[in-house]
């Protein structure tokens, strides 16, 4: 067979005079092709493809691997090749057949080959480089190397642990601050160095008041150590919400006032640990369930009565008589009134004087001697030093009324002396803020829980409780020795 002239020499190209060059076919998308006259020079898909005589789709197959090549339509002006790869279908587009058919070659045969980079796309390509080079420069500068698919794994893990909208970076960093100065700590021993810090402060000094209430200190004492005795061997680090719900739950016969006594001293413990460094900032532990604070059913406030108030005042001698007056016509609390001295009772005319120390918000008050108390107390002008001078302290004073109240077969009426101070106080002048005042307590205190318990003419028999001979005050010894 004779050769065909070369298409791209100058004269052949140029002269137009040879039938060679109306057989050239036109270029596609900048790629030349050498048009030869010679069918057999020119691949059969490729001239068909041209001529429009092609039927697709094309089956392009390297062993078990297959491509499909489409045909161009006037919704898709352009040839597209389909492959699967890694589970997925893959289309890709090209403006000619023949890009199109030398794709689909490539492809098959790297899918053949199991190849798995062909199932990403460009994007997806250079994402990949990019995590490459990034762990590349992790291993560089630490030292650890990961794969990426260790790298990804552990970040979509550690995200789906962290709250919505919670970023990985900035939770590392809060957890690292926290790490560097946590200090492990037994429950059992943290909770015994707690209660050596407070065991002081509970302690009177120099005739000086406590920093904490004796009695609310040996309350917290028990509390802590039940809550100890619930985590045998555990470390703070143990410490969850599961772990205080099953605390509560083993109190579930108490009130809820006594579960939230228990709430509120452990939440103490807890921020405590903080400010050592035993507990994270960040435990959220006190927001558990189990350490909401329980709603309380209100109680009925019960107070003592006129008649009943004269009996005690009239059956009583020296201090406790003292203590019994400034209660129920002063409103004192029992602390406050064991706490007083006769100059706070006599020192400021027409005033007793609450000190900041004395008081229990610790903050001075002044309150009115109404005549009636004014009366019950004048026996006692010449008196120095405490009103309760006893060694016995506050559970003394509730042995010796006790001891005057049963026989006069008067009931156990809780702070009835207080209570009927601001039940009839308020009665008499249906001003709350004025009861707040003398009380030492909150105006909505107040309003909430004594608000129309008794008439304006209950308070004036309450208020004219006096004495109906002039009292003897009986000596301190005396008293005692009874």
Not at 150 to 177: I, N, W
Not at 203 to 217: E, I, M, N, T
């Amino acid at each position: 067979m004779a050769d065909t002239p070369d298409l791209g020499s100058g004269p052949a190209r140029g002269g137009g005079s040879s039938p060679l060059s109306r057989t050239n076919f036109a270029e596609e998308n900048d790629e030349l092709y050498i048009s030869r006259t010679d069918s057999a020079q020119i691949p059969g898909d490729l001239g068909n493809a041209r001529s429009g005589k092609m039927r697709f789709p094309v089956k392009v197959r390297h062993r078990k691997a297959e491509a499909t090549i489409y045909g161009k339509t006037a919704a898709y002006p352009f040839y597209r090749i389909s492959y699967s790869a890694a589970g997925k279908r893959h289309v890709r587009s090209f403006s000619t057949y023949a890009e199109a058919k030398a794709e689909a070659d490539a492809k098959v045969r790297e899918v053949a080959n199991g190849s798995q980079s062909i199932a990403l796309t460009a994007k997806e390509a250079t994402a990949a480089l990019s995590i490459r080079d990034a762990l590349d420069a992790f291993r560089r500068e630490t030292g650890r190397s990961f794969t990426p698919l260790e790298a990804v794994a552990g970040f979509l893990d550690a995200m789906k642990q962290l709250p919505h909208g919670c970023g990985l970076t900035e939770s590392v960093k809060v957890y690292a601050r926290t790490l560097a100065t946590l200090k492990p700590k037994l429950i059992s021993d943290a909770i015994e160095e707690f209660l050596a810090v407070r065991r002081p402060k509970s302690v009177a000094a120099d005739g000086k008041r406590s920093q904490l209430s004796p009695c609310y200190a040996a309350h917290v004492e028990s509390w802590m150590r039940e809550f100890t005795a619930t985590f045998p061997g555990h470390h703070l680090s143990d410490l969850n919400r599961d772990f205080l719900a099953r605390y509560m739950s083993a109190h579930t016969a108490l009130s809820p006032k006594s579960r939230n006594d228990r709430r509120a001293a452990v939440a103490m413990f807890l921020r405590w640990c903080v400010r050592q460094d035993y507990l994270s900032p960040a435990h959220r532990l006190i927001e558990s369930d189990a350490m909401q604070k329980e709603q309380l059913d209100p109680a009925a406030t019960d107070f003592y009565r006129p008649t009943e108030f004269r009996a005690l005042l009239e059956a009583a001698e020296g201090p406790v008589r003292a203590v019994i007056a400034l209660q129920g016509l002063a409103g004192l609390r029992l602390e406050e009134a064991l706490r007083l001295t006769w100059a706070n009772v006599f020192g400021i005319p027409g005033h007793v004087e609450i000190t900041a120390q004395n008081a229990k918000t610790r903050r001075r008050r002044l309150i009115d001697i109404c005549p009636a108390l004014a009366k019950w107390l004048e026996p006692f002008r010449a008196m120095e030093g405490k009103v309760w001078n006893q060694p016995t302290g506050v559970n003394g004073y509730v042995r010796a009324f006790v001891r005057l109240r049963e026989p006069l077969k008067i009931p156990s009426r809780r702070n009835g002396l207080r209570h009927a101070f601001c039940t009839y106080h308020f009665a008499a002048h249906s001003n709350e803020n004025l009861t707040a005042a003398q009380a030492g307590n909150s105006p909505a205190m107040i309003h909430a829980h004594y608000k129309g318990l008794a008439t304006k003419a209950e308070a004036e028999k309450w208020f004219a409780v006096t004495p109906a001979q002039a009292a003897n005050v009986i000596p301190l010894a005396t008293a005692a020795a009874k």
